[in-house]
């Protein structure tokens, strides 16, 4: 139980809010919160009052104020992703001795965070603020795999969305849908010279507690030496990094039912 129950709950009602796209009615938030009404409306009216919610009147709902914008601004400004990732990237590159990066998904690209090369390796093109096609990498395919269909759908309309490289990658919504369940499947991603001749990469997601992607590890090798064991040792150290890094991220709530997001398994 928590020892701060307020705070706690207020935190309740920001998150509760944050899953949804419109704004809700003060009753149908302490409903599915499982809390009073009295408290839900007091809690909201403190949040109202430190610009963290904003009420719509005439519409009786409450949605995110400017607040949490600003919260979620700084947020980024302090490059989260990047500090977090850092050491377990470090130690995940002096175990397994191949080069790493850490990405993360905008749009259709990915963008690449951290690089860190391991002595001896081969050169990449995935340099730290490189945006890459996200269908043609590991690390994209490992954080689209993590998405619900129709979010794939908006982000591939048509064909006109599938740039190719190397003459390889998907070219179609159809083949981008099969290369992503094989990736559910398998556990990871794979990418076999689409960026680089030569090179090969396997890439896990890295998730929230939601089951959404908030970035992805991968790890890149000379495609000669990409034998069927050694990819596994790879992915599995991969995905013990991914696990470090989505706990500093996202820690888990605290023991309560109505903290704890339920993930929607995409659907191809």
């Known amino acids: 139980m ?57 519409e009786r709902r409450f949605g995110l104020g400017q607040a949490a914008y600003e919260l979620g601004s700084a947020y980024q400004r302090q490059a989260p992703l ?16 191949r080069n790493a990066h850490f990405a993360t998904l905008d749009g259709r690209d990915v963008i690449y965070l951290l690089e860190e090369r391991a002595p001896g390796q ?12 996200a269908h043609l990498t590991a690390s994209g395919l490992a954080m689209l795999s993590a998405l619900p269909a129709p979010q794939v ?7 006109s969305a599938f740039v190719q490289r190397n003459g390889a990658g998907p070219s179609s919504l159809a083949e981008l849908r099969s290369l992503l369940a094989r990736t559910r499947t398998d556990g990871h991603a794979r990418e076999e010279g689409t960026v680089t001749v030569d090179l090969s990469s396997v890439a896990v997601p890295v998730l929230d507690r939601a089951g959404r992607p908030l970035a992805a590890i991968a790890l890149t090798l000379r495609t000669a030496d990409a034998s069927p064991e050694h990819v ?26 109505r903290n704890r997001p339920t993930k929607e398994a995409p659907v191809s």
Request: hydrophobic share 40%; glycine share 6%; aromatic share 4%.
């Open 2 to 58: 928590s020892n701060a129950p307020a705070a706690a709950n207020a935190l309740d009602v920001l998150e509760h809010l944050s899953r949804h796209a419109e704004p809700l009615p003060a009753a149908s938030i302490a409903r599915d919160l499982g809390l009073p009404r009295s408290s839900v409306y007091h809690l909201l009216k403190v949040l109202h009052g430190r610009g963290y919610v904003t009420h719509y009147v005439e």
């Open 82 to 97: 990047a500090r977090v990732a850092r050491a377990p990237m470090r130690r995940l590159v002096d175990q397994c001795g």
């Open 122 to 133: 081969p050169m990449l093109v995935t340099d730290v603020g490189v945006r890459l096609p």
């Open 153 to 159: 759908r908006a982000l591939y309309p048509d064909r």
């Open 232 to 257: 596994t040792d790879l992915v599995g150290r991969a995905r013990l990094a991914a696990a470090d890094i989505a706990r500093r991220l996202s820690p888990s709530p605290a023991s309560s039912p």
